[in-house]
Each structure stands twice: as C-alpha cells, then as structure tokens.
Nanobody, 117 residues
Framework: QVQLVESGGGLVQPGGSLRLSCAAS????????MRWYRQAPGQERELVAT????????LYPDSVKGRFTISRDNAQNTVYLQMNSLKPEDTAVYYC??????????WGQGTQVTVSS
C-alpha cells in the first residue's frame, strides 16, 4: 500500500532554513508528480510546491517562490522541500501528497514547522 512519511520539521527562527523529506513506498515513485502542501491552524490546506515525475519542472505559489525549492531523488523514492528565509507565516503542518488516478489523493502524517523567535 502507498505510504508517505514526512520528516525534518521543527522550530526555527525567522530567516532560518529547514529541509523536509518525504519517503515514499508502495507505488512506482518515478512515474508520478509529487506535491507539498501545508495547513496552518484554522486555515485551508495550501499547495506550496509541485515537481514533475522526472524532476524537470517545478511550480510554486507566489507566497513561497524564491524561498522554497522542491526536489526529488527517484533512486531513493524521496521528495524534498528546502525552505529558506522562513517567516512566521510559514508556520504550519507540512504534508507530502500523491495524486494517483483513479484512487485519488494520498497524504503523509505531516511534519510540524514552527517559525518563531
């Protein structure tokens, strides 16, 4: 079965950096687009990064563009999110996502990122 396991979250000061990882199993990782989302308390889940199956293209919303970088290692079945210049408004639970037709969306358990001084 599909499993997505995020790691790397924590407490960081404003302006700091974190690198999140998502280890995937149970499907042919190299065949699928992968995404990172985040959800802050009381807010809807927000898409923050997308990467194509071979890693040749990435996409970000304006809120994180230039600060976040998504990457993947298809040999290790892992997708990463490098987050730089972190701001308090980046505080959220970050989730790895697989959208797999016809089954729908799969989510990891999430990893908490807190940006605070």
């Amino acid at each position: 079965q599909v499993q997505l396991v995020e790691s790397g979250g924590g407490l960081v000061q404003p302006g700091g950096s974190l690198r999140l990882s998502c280890a995937a199993s149970g499907f042919t990782f190299s065949s699928y687009v992968m995404r990172w989302y985040r959800q802050a308390p009381g807010q809807e889940r927000e898409l923050v990064a997308t990467i194509t199956n071979a890693g040749g293209a990435t996409l970000y919303p304006d809120s994180v563009k230039g600060r976040f970088t998504i990457s993947r290692d298809n040999a290790q079945n892992t997708v990463y999110l490098q987050m730089n210049s972190l701001k308090p408004e980046d505080t959220a639970v970050y989730y790895c996502n697989l959208h797999r037709l016809p089954f729908g969306d799969y989510w990891g358990q999430g990893t908490q990122v807190t940006v605070s001084s």
